[in-house]
């Protein structure tokens, strides 16, 4: 069973930047694919960005590209999402995930094995 914590969510004022990191319990992690989600409430968790094992494959919803940057570190069982130039539709619960399959993230929440529990990001106007 692979556990994942998220952290780094916070407030910040639109423009602003944040840093999420999610931490791995166990080292099996290094060989998935890891990937963001996040969900607002009454609507669909949706995908963010995803990252496969080695992190020299990396996917991004087009609403994130050029702003979030993935990345990830084996040694420390961790994948961290830079997040720049932030705005108020940002604003989300955001969920670290990890799965064997870099595609099963990128296709969606559904078939997703393991998901972290989730850190708050607000975006203020």
């Known amino acids: 069973q692979v556990q994942l914590v998220e952290s780094g ?3 910040v004022q639109a423009g602003g930047s944040l840093r999420l990191s999610c931490a ?12 963001w989600f996040r ?11 995803a990252i496969n094992w080695s992190g020299g494959r990396t996917n991004y919803a087009d609403s994130v590209k050029g702003r979030f940057t993935i990345s990830r570190d084996n040694d420390k069982n961790t994948v961290n999402l830079q997040m720049n130039s932030l705005k108020p539709e940002d604003t989300a619960v ?16 559904s078939g997703v094995d393991f998901w972290g529990r989730g850190t708050l990001v607000t975006v203020s106007s």
């Open 39 to 49: 969900q607002v409430p009454g609507k669909e968790r949706e995908f963010v960005a």
């Open 9 to 11: 969510g916070g407030l």
């Open 94 to 109: 955001y969920y670290c995930a990890a799965d064997p399959i870099l595609n099963i993230i990128v296709a969606g929440p």
């Open 24 to 35: 791995a319990s166990a080292r099996t992690v290094s060989s998935y694919a890891m990937g």
